[in-house]
């Protein structure tokens, strides 16, 4: 057996504050806050170790430098993609610009700290 992706770590200014959008993005919940500020956040039946990685937001001053060299692509489960991206703007993610054509099936967003992240056009089964 191979390995299999059990957590994202993504390093941000304000971990409570990321936590809630991508809880309202990924329908996932607070599963764990730790001492120093982290926050680790999951499916609600699973949490960690399920099919599904968990992300940990853990607190830092160092400033983002550019584009991710990693970012996270999410898809809609209940909804076609326009509908999908209206959704997650009014949640507090904005349009990015990371050199696309416009051409693409996909959507270049940020979160609030300015972390790219894609919505891509395939609908998947929750």
């Known amino acids: ?66 584009k991710l060299r990693l970012h996270i692509d999410v898809n809609a489960t209940d909804r076609d993609q326009e509908a999908e991206l209206e959704r997650l703007l009014a949640a507090g993610a904005r349009r990015a610009d990371v050199g696309q054509t416009g051409e693409e099936s996909w959507h270049v967003l940020a979160d609030p700290e300015g972390n790219e992240f894609c919505l891509l056009r395939l609908r998947l089964d929750a």
């Open 1 to 66: 057996m191979a390995c299999r992706i059990s957590e994202l770590v993504l390093d941000c200014r304000d971990p409570e504050s990321l936590a809630a959008f991508w809880c309202e993005v990924l329908g996932y919940v607070v599963l764990n806050r730790d001492d120093d500020g982290s926050v680790e956040i999951g499916p609600e039946k699973t949490g960690f170790g399920g099919l599904q990685p968990t992300l940990v937001l853990n607190p830092s001053e160092d400033p983002k430098g550019g």
